[in-house]
């Protein structure tokens, strides 16, 4: 009709412009997804934050970060107990040669076997080194000595105890491995370590020492060379024996020990 002004024209479609002005299932849905998004984010933040702080009080003590005395070269860790995870710095030392990974989880699980457990034993770690096979054995519940010669590894090993708090459980003594181990009275330990530096020619002086205070159902671990076979003393059975590269490592026990009747080579 001529004189009648033309209907504005909206910018929106009608289709559009019938969402804006009365919301139908579609809009409804939209609402909703957009809500359970918000929810999700908000969760998954309070979750994040809730696991940062956790692993804060979690946090493991790592003695590596320790100024330790002499040229750090690496780290040996422990693998099972309250000291799990733990890193035991390896300084440049002539004759340390610590214990690879592969045999100390065989050598554990063999004593593991034959103590049946840990709680109330202890062992000696005559020539202790980084620590590993004594910081282990107490890790999983036992008390451990470590020896160790050097003035400037057994402040290192000292220093490793006392931020771990081991207390009782691991104690380091300085001096020579086998005066200090005559200096106990018969009998003392049921586990002893040996893995003296290869070039010492130490292997039968330690096993002496060793047998004089182990326990008569006692254990003795023994590394050393694999290119020669090492004699055991006469009244000692051979349980358990492996070798890796270079090392030969041996679990002896007494003859007359009941554990004698479970000897089987490896």
């Not at 979690?58 to 002499?70: A, V």
Request: glycine content about 10%; proline content about 6%.
């Amino acid at each position: 009709m001529q004189g009648q002004a033309p209907e504005p024209v909206s910018e929106l479609e009608p289709g559009v412009r019938q969402v804006f002005r009365k919301p139908g299932a579609a809009g409804l849905r939209l609402g909703l997804f957009l809500f359970g998004i918000s929810v999700f984010l908000v969760l998954l933040l309070a979750k994040e934050k809730n696991h940062n702080t956790v692993m804060k009080k979690k946090r493991i003590f790592d003695p590596s970060s320790l100024p330790t005395r002499g040229k750090k070269t690496g780290a040996v860790r422990i693998f099972a107990g309250k000291w799990k995870r733990t890193p035991l710095p390896v300084i440049d030392l002539d004759g340390l040669r610590p214990t690879g990974n592969r045999i100390r989880e065989t050598v554990f699980d063999w004593l593991t076997f034959l103590l049946g457990g840990y709680s109330g034993k202890r062992a000696l770690d005559m020539f202790a080194g980084s620590g590993a096979l004594g910081l282990e054995f107490a890790s999983r519940g036992g008390t451990s000595v470590l020896i160790e010669r050097d003035p400037q590894n057994a402040r290192n090993l000292s220093d490793v105890c006392a931020k771990l708090k081991a207390g009782d459980d691991a104690v380091v003594r300085r001096g020579d491995s086998l005066t200090l181990t005559r200096s106990y009275p018969e009998r003392s330990f049921d586990v002893v370590f040996i893995d003296p530096p290869f070039a010492a020619g130490l292997h039968q002086s330690a096993l002496s020492a060793a047998a004089r205070v182990l326990t008569d159902d006692g254990l003795i671990y023994l590394e050393s060379p694999s290119e020669h076979e090492m004699p055991v003393p006469e009244d000692f059975a051979v349980l358990r024996s492996g070798s890796s590269g270079a090392v030969r490592y041996q679990l002896l026990a007494r003859k007359a020990s009941p554990l004698a009747d479970l000897a089987k080579e490896d």
